[in-house]
């Protein structure tokens, strides 16, 4: 199929795949729980699946509340000590369950002995108290028969602000060069239809029956717990009620997206965000920096995230358009020559150096080299080009152009649309289905549109 114009680069399926999309809901806040005392219920339930189906899992619930996959995301205060309660409501067959933080060290309360941490018995309870000692992104699981336990769900992300945070200037960490515009949470695991198959025979229905979790073979990849379209849909959608974990990450162009990658399944998983190079500035809760206190300045450029399980990443992702070569405004090329210009708000400035003035002002955070420089590809025929939902019917930021009947409508306000998804392309598939999985889209969004 064509593309309608080739800024996204990557695999030609872009427009496709916006078919699935959904008016966004904005969500510049990651979703999840914050506080300092929390229940947690291990128990099972049913996922769903973009191709129908309805996969058997287990979950850590808040509060009593439903099984929830991922867990719930705790977001925890730097400094503040920590009570989690666990209690184990999995069927009695399942045996003892429990939580491993990794990067903390725990005090246990109650429970039964295990191998990685303190379990809770069938039925029973068991504390955990972590001190929040350190800010970043981490994530919780299951330190029982992790083979079964984590790839069975009971997984879930950590977020620790800095002890500086300021919600009005928000930071990653106690460092300016940690700031961010907006913050969105990639929690990426992975799931082997046969484990689940096989526990629900033996847990749920007590059959006999062996899990096999050696030949580890998923078919199903996921961000925040939800497959492909799935993960474009609003969180908290009624129709999700054990996943309610979204990922549409937005931002305008020269805002900075926080990514907060956690590898949280088996496999590592390399995902790739189109658009631009992505800032590495912390893997693992810590900072990229020479010296205690000096900020990233070991910060690296990345293409792809590279995702390995049991790591966190966090990464800036920016966007101005530079260095397209072209006004992604598809503002009026500049022909005032004559200096005290005639044309109000851009007098005399020649920003992309053409020796003519700008005939019309910059717009915020515009790349200046590129202002009123013509787009210089001509577009096909509108008979020759695929649509899809997230499609303006414009090439430029913020503009709307008229599409065929039934066609665009999803991209209120004319935003560029990215395709971030894992670059194992396998993993875009729904169990065998392509597209799917591992993939959501990223939105910038002209200056002015909202983005609570
Ligand atoms: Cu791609």
């Known amino acids: 199929m064509k593309k309608v114009f080739n800024i996204t680069g990557g695999i030609g399926v872009v427009l496709l795949?916006?078919?699935?999309?959904?008016?966004?809901?904005?969500?510049?806040?990651?979703d999840g729980v914050s506080g300092t005392t929390f229940n947690l219920t291990a128990r099972d339930g049913f996922i769903s699946t973009p191709d129908g189906g309805s996969v058997y899992a287990w979950g850590y619930a808040l509060n009593g509340g439903v099984m929830q996959y991922p867990g719930p995301t705790l977001i925890l205060n730097e400094g503040d000590t920590i009570t989690i309660t666990l209690t184990n409501e999995l069927p009695a067959s399942a045996g003892n369950v429990s939580i491993v933080f990794?990067?903390?060290?725990v005090q246990e309360i109650g429970g039964s002995a295990g191998i990685a941490a303190r379990e809770a018995l069938p039925g029973g309870t068991v504390t955990y108290r972590i001190k929040a000692n350190n800010p970043g992104t981490y994530y919780y699981q299951s330190g029982t028969r992790p083979d079964i336990q984590v790839s069975m769900g009971l997984v879930g992300a950590m977020i620790i602000r800095p002890w500086t945070f300021d919600p009005a200037n928000p930071t990653a960490y106690n460092h300016p060069d940690s700031s961010y515009d907006h913050e969105y949470l990639f929690f990426l695991t992975e799931m082997d239809l046969n484990i689940h198959e096989a526990a629900y025979k033996k847990y749920a229905c007590n059959e006999n029956v062996q899990i096999d979790t050696n030949s580890f073979f998923p078919v199903y990849w996921f961000i925040n717990g939800r497959c492909a379209p799935d993960t474009m849909f609003p969180a908290g959608a009624p129709w999700l009620p054990n996943q309610p974990y979204n990922c549409r990450p937005r931002l305008r162009p020269g805002e900075k997206l926080l990514m907060r990658m956690i590898g949280a399944g088996r496999d590592l998983h390399p995902f790739h965000h189109h658009g631009n190079n992505s800032l590495v500035i912390a893997r693992d809760g810590r900072l990229l920096e020479s010296l205690p206190g000096s900020g990233p300045d070991m910060a690296v450029s990345e293409f792809t995230l590279t995702v390995p399980p049991g790591g966190t990443i966090d990464a800036i992702f920016e966007w101005t358009g530079a260095g397209l070569g072209w006004d992604i405004y598809g503002h009026e090329q500049d022909i005032d020559i004559a200096p005290e210009g005639n044309f109000p708000g851009a007098e005399d400035v020649d920003h992309n150096g053409d020796g003519i003035f700008d005939s019309v002002a910059m717009e915020p955070n515009e790349y200046a080299s590129d202002h009123g420089k013509p787009f210089p590809v001509v577009l096909p025929d509108e008979s020759e080009m695929a649509f899809g939902g997230l499609y303006s019917g414009s090439p430029f930021l913020g503009a709307a152009g008229s599409l065929p009947p039934g066609e665009g409508g999803l991209n209120m306000f004319g935003g560029f649309a990215y395709m971030w998804h894992s670059h194992n392309e396998k993993e875009m598939t729904n169990n065998d289905i392509f597209p799917g999985g591992m993939?959501?889209?990223?939105?910038?969004?002209p200056p002015g549109t909202p983005i609570p």
């Open 439 to 445: 993939m959501t889209q990223c939105l910038v969004e």
């Open 102 to 105: 990794p990067g903390h060290s």
């Open 17 to 30: 795949l916006m078919i699935f999309m959904i008016v966004p809901r904005a969500q510049a806040v990651i």
